[in-house]
Every structure is written in C-alpha cells, then in structure tokens.
C-alpha cells in the first residue's frame, strides 16, 4: 500500500540524489572492512558505522533471495495545488536555550523525550539481536516461510497512483515586505591570469573519527535538539573561537534510520550547531543550537515544503564578515527521479546580524535558474582579500565548477560580481564562466589554509566514486589533480566533504553525510608536509 504520509515518495528520491549515483562506474575494493560491532557512546547508545564491512559471524544467515509478492509501479496523478503568494514571513521565535547538564548522559527534557532504555531478557532467554537506531531491526526480519510456497509464483504488478502537485499561484497573506533593491554597479573587466602550479597534496591516512549527529552520538543530538537524521555539516568560523556548523533537511522524534524523513518526522529544512572544540583528534563536540524551544533546533531558512513550487531550502556555504553571517543557499524545485539530479528554483545569499539567531533571505542576490542551466545554484563562498569568491556548480551532480569574486562591501549586490572567463574577471558573464578543473563536481567546499596560503578545495567526484581534494595558489589555479579523500566504496553512498576551518596543512577534518543512516561523521586526513614554506 503506498505510504500514508503525503510527500515522503517524493522525498525518498532524494536519497538516489544525495548518494552520489550517476550511471558511472565506481571503483571497486579490494575486500570490506573487518566486521566490528555497531558503536556505542559514553552513555550505552548505539550508533552507526558508515563503512562498507563484512557481515557479522556471529549473525544467523539472511533468508534466501525471495520474489517480491508484489511490485508497485507509481503513476503520477496530476492535482492542482494552491499556493498563497508571497511567501509568509519566517518565524523567528527563538529562545535562550539553558547550558547541558553536567552529566552527558542526563536527558535535558525528559518530557520531551524518553531517555531509550536497554531491553532486558528474561531469564535464561539469549539477549535479543542490538536495536538498529531509529527502530528496526540490527539484523533485518526473516519473516516468511522457509522450503515452502511456491518462490517461481510472478509477483503481482500493481499501479499506485502517485500525486504530483500542479502548483498555482493564489493571494495570500502581506508576506515579507519587498526589499530596496542596490544600485546597479558594473566593475570593468580585470586580469585574472592562473598562478603557477603547486605540488600535488599527498594523503597519507584518512579515518573515521566520529559520528558526529543522531542517535548514538557523543553530541546525542537526538535528545538534546531533536535532530535524528540530518546531512552536510557546513562549517565557518562566526567569531574568534566558534564554528557555526550547519545542517541540511532534518528530522526528528518519528524519523527512522535508512534516509529521509517526511512531513510527520517533524522536517526542518535547516538547523545550526555551535562549537568552540579545538581538539578535533576525538572528536567535535556541539554546545548549543539555535532553538525555538526547549530541547528543539530551529529551522533558520523556512521552505514552501510543497514539490514543484519549493520542496526545501538547502545550505551550500556559509561565512562572516564582521558581524555580519552569511549564507548560501539554493530553493530546491524538486527531487528529480533520475539519480544525481534535481532542479533549483536559485541559489541565493542569506545574512543575519544576530550571530546567526535569525536569518534574512535577501531577495536581489539570487541567481535563477532559467532553463536549469544556472551555473552557479550550488555555491561555496570564500572571503579573502578585499574580494569574497564565489565557487559554483548547477543543480544535480553533473555540472563543471565555474568561479567568481565580489568586493566585501558589495556582497548582496548582484550587479557588482565578476566571473572569471579565459583569464579575466569579467561582469555580467555568468554562464560564460570558465569551468576551474575538468570533470564533474557537487557539494563543493572551499578554504585557504592559513598556515601555506594555499587554497584547498574539496568536493564529490561522481564518476570516480570519490570525494577528492584539490589544492592552488589562487582560487583561479591552476588547480592541482583530483587527490582521493574517501572512496564510496568504502563509505557507501557517502557524499560531502566539507572542511573544518581550524584544519592546518597537515591535519585535515572534514564532515561527512552517509545516506544509508543519514546523519553527519567528522573524518581526519594526514597530509604529508608541503613541499614549499608557508606563506609569510
């Protein structure tokens, strides 16, 4: 039968997009990791382990290959959908949250939420198989007759009918009040040649070091702000001391592990984690998150949450200029069926003066995507100098990286940007961009490390299966080759890649998504010593 929570089918496809799929080969392991029990934190809870490894020993055999009783075609159903226009004002309801509690297993609202409790056996009954977190089954089920039946019975072809909402525009309430638009300003085009090549970076190990969101973390973000399962982890520094870490769609009390939630999951398009932990050797420990209430993170940057109108809005990037924080973000359209694809309405540029409390969606400085052919939908956005560069790709997982660069003071002015095209920082030359490297490229993620002035940029290789790192002396290149971070094969369907600021040139972090538990692990590469002396 098809799911009763309207919106989940369609969510569900954005696990295919997410997992890194494009009909490209990945690269092959030699053998999985050893097997190794599921990971518990400090306070007994079971977590997950995102790496590909060989089934437990001690686990009875899985059941044999059956054919499905019965196989559901969906069929989309056209149904028109209203939709009040203009979009309503964001609710910024936010509280003072109070600090953990000392002890990091006490349940901070246990009216909120049930601290999980082990299952005792009974009596001379065996420990029954650990519990797979957000329910189900470590496992799996093995009901069904064995040696029984007819397992060469066709299974039954059913059409389930699949609504695809036809959304129109209807008045609505006032909405956010329109925004003064900037001054159109046009910078005359200016060299922009490539700097001379740098060495190859050489990773010398890479390993998981934690999980750093839902059930079984050490952060325990489940209990503590009500994120179970959420994605990317974008990180920047907001003041001396304190990284934002911010997090895709995510979901709550109701959600289960095994991809995203839906609308009953309690989906916040976006939440916000602080942290002022130095010593990521074990780990990166979370103090507080935005919340709207008790024990509760909150959306920053609302959605429409209605397909083919604005399905969600997803973070890309984030930085702080003074006071004032930053964001990108693209309006997702919707999640495509085809895997690696989907489509934006624009990427655009959040701001907020708060610390990062309550966020603004200005509304000049965004990049539509007519025809879906937007080169710069998914973007990293990088300050240095007098300039903050804009690194982009367009939606889905196919495209090329394409760059461009704005005067600090004109960050929200659209006008006033210049894309690099054949060698030159050109104005009003967006889709002419030159792309930075060849090959295709998704979930960027961009640095300067402050200790060799070297720029590092990292992000999801497709067609090689592989996050994978770059390195440059000006975000122009010339770019170094791709260097593997982490292979796919040995973390399924992972995807991210995103770099911790206070990484140096020998250790870097970075956060990692894995789909099939979806939730955020902090990884760390030791890099073999540059060649060249830091940059004075």
Sequence with gaps: MPDPRPGRVGLAFLGLVLAGYVAVPVPAHAAPFPWAPPPVNECGETGFDPLAREPDPSAPPPPPVQV??????????PQLQPVPVPDPSPDNTRITPDPLPADPCHNPCPDIRDTPKPVEPAPGEPAPPPAAPGGGSANGSSSGSSGSGMPWRLPEIRVMPEIEPIPYPVPGGPGVPPQPAPPPVVHPAEPGPVAAPVALPRVETVRLVEQVTGPGSANRTDMRWQVDGTDLGLMWETEPGRIAMVFGDTFGKGWSAGGVGGPDDDWRSNVLAYSTDRDLSDGLSLETMVQDS?????????????????TTTIPTSGFALGRRQYLSFMSVNRWSRIPG???????GI??????GSTWVKDQHARWDNLFGLGRFQVTAMVPHGDHVYMFGTPNGRVGVIGLARVPKDEVLNKTAYQYWVNGTWAPSAENLATPLVAGIASELSVRVDPGTGRWQMSYLDSARGAIVLRTAADPQGSWT????????????????????????????????????????????????????????
Aim: charged share 20%.
């Design 481 to 536: 080759e791709p260097v593997q971070l982490v292979s796919t094969a040995d973390y399924p369907k992972a995807y991210g890649g995103f770099l911790h600021p206070w990484s140096t040139s020998r250790d870097l972090y970075f956060a990692l998504s894995a789909w099939d538990s979806y939730n955020v692990y902090l990884l760390h590469a030791r890099l073999a010593p540059p060649d060249e002396p830091p940059v004075s």
């Design 68 to 77: 499905p009783p019965q196989i559901d075609i969906p069929v989309p159903v």
């Design 294 to 310: 008790r024990c509760h993170a909150a959306e920053l940057l609302g959605s429409r949450k209605i397909k083919n109108w604005e």
């Design 350 to 355: 959040a701001y907020s003066d708060d610390g």
């Design 341 to 347: 694809m989907w489509w934006t309405n624009y990427g």
